[in-house]
């Protein structure tokens, strides 16, 4: 198929471009580098099967020639970016969906829309649905990110409803895997880069609050797996294996053979106590399940952030 993907010199979307030129697809990625990196499609722009177009979607979507399938994935997403970016932001999550979705109309392509878990915000129910309607302050500092996303879907919903788009909706949970920024404000990224380093980790409140990773290949796996599915409305993917903070650490420690200390910080406004999705829909409706285990999955990530930082690799620091 021929397949357009947004956002896709970034850290998800570049796996997604990734894995569709892999299996012989023809790929457009569009970016407008704001937080994505040309350097994380390197080996992929000498392929006949893939291009790039510099183009903001907030602005404006042309893409020429037939169009199967659009994986709209751009959108700032770590916290560091979206706090330090939040009118770019909310603009990807309206007019950028907008454009998208109009794209699609057009192309009569299939659409799916990267939603998050952070539509749940501070979830009162555990673990979250896809029914579950949330918890978010709509005005934190927090929301750019939030409420663009659940704008995101209400319009991916509209356009099913008023215009016949065929749309997909996946709801991913903290992903992490080769390709992160060293720094860019997730905890994974951030604790490895700073164990690798021998710097102090940094650990936002008591550690108590939970996460649940999955790693990138799992989450590809299941974002080309719903595309191919014949599912309307919000599919949860991520990993249900729930970990504290503190837990994290741990693993960092025992991956990196590290022994840097722990530095506590305030916690975040808004920063969600508990996170772990119910994934009976994704099991039952695509086959899915995460099969990367944890501790696999970091030292996987912490190799590829070593040789980014110029940093011995864990198995060198874990002989130290």
């Known amino acids: 198929m021929r397949a357009v993907v947004t956002g896709g010199a970034g850290f998800l979307g570049s796996h997604v471009c990734e894995r569709l030129v892999g299996r012989g697809d023809e790929v457009v990625c569009v970016d407008n580098l704001m937080t994505g ?30 169009v199967d399938a659009i994986f709209h994935l751009a959108s700032p997403a770590s916290p560091r970016d979206y706090l330090e970016h939040p009118m770019e932001t909310l603009r990807a999550g309206s007019q950028g969906t907008y454009n998208c979705l109009e794209l699609a109309r057009a192309k009569r392509a299939r659409f799916l829309l990267a939603s998050t878990s952070e539509v749940y915000g501070d979830p009162h ?22 409420e663009a996303k659940r ?23 903290n992903t992490y895997g080769p390709r992160l920024r060293p720094h860019d404000g997730r905890v994974v990224s951030n ?9 102090p980790l940094t650990v936002y409140g008591d550690g108590t609050q939970t996460r649940s990773l999955c790693y990138v290949d799992d989450e590809v796996r299941a974002i080309l797996a719903l595309d191919r599915a014949d599912i ?28 840097s200390q722990i530095v506590f910080e305030p916690l975040p406004v808004d920063d969600p106590a508990r996170r772990r999705p119910d994934i009976t829909r994704a099991r039952t409706m695509l086959c899915w399940e995460p099969t990367v285990g944890l501790a696999e999955g970091l030292h996987r990530t912490a190799e590829w952030l070593a040789a980014k930082l110029g940093c011995p690799g864990p198995r060198m620091a874990s002989k130290a």
């Open 191 to 199: 604790m490895l880069a700073q164990a690798l380093a021998g710097q």
């Open 125 to 146: 129910v555990h673990p979250q649905t896809e029914d579950y309607w949330g918890h978010v302050n709509p005005i934190g500092p927090r929301s750019v990110y939030d």
């Open 37 to 66: 990196s040309m350097e994380n499609l390197a080996h992929l722009l000498d392929r006949p099967t893939m291009t790039f177009l510099h183009q903001d979607v907030s602005a404006s979507m042309e893409v020429p020639g037939p």
């Open 232 to 259: 309307v409305g919000p599919v949860n993917i991520g990993n249900p294996a729930e970990i504290t903070i503190l837990e994290l650490v741990d693993q960092v420690l025992a991956v990196t053979g590290s022994a």
């Open 151 to 173: 704008f995101s879907e209400a319009t991916t919903m509209a356009y099913h409803r008023v215009h016949g788009v065929d749309v997909r909706i996946a709801r991913i949970f």
